[in-house]
């Protein structure tokens, strides 16, 4: 088995749906010019307010990818 090496990079997703859209739509954005993602942990959950009501979800996720080629 190959040792691996990651890389953790921070990235702030958001939704006016759900915090579980707001991960999905940011890992899948970061994957798109990001190789090799393999997890994230979320860090930081908080939302916006208007009128009493939530009206935004944000999530801070931090990213791990795998760099090199290790395989």
Do not use: P
Request: aromatic content about 8%; charged content about 25%; glycine content about 8%.
């Amino acid at each position: 088995m190959s040792d691996h090496v990651y890389k953790k990079i921070e990235i702030v997703g958001s939704s006016t749906t759900s915090i579980d859209d707001a991960i999905r739509t940011a890992i899948t954005k970061c994957s798109q010019t990001v190789n090799n993602v393999e997890w994230f942990e979320v860090v930081e959950t908080r939302g916006h307010v208007t009128d009493g009501q939530v009206a935004h979800f944000q999530v801070v996720l931090k990213v791990g990818f795998r760099i090199g080629s290790g395989d």
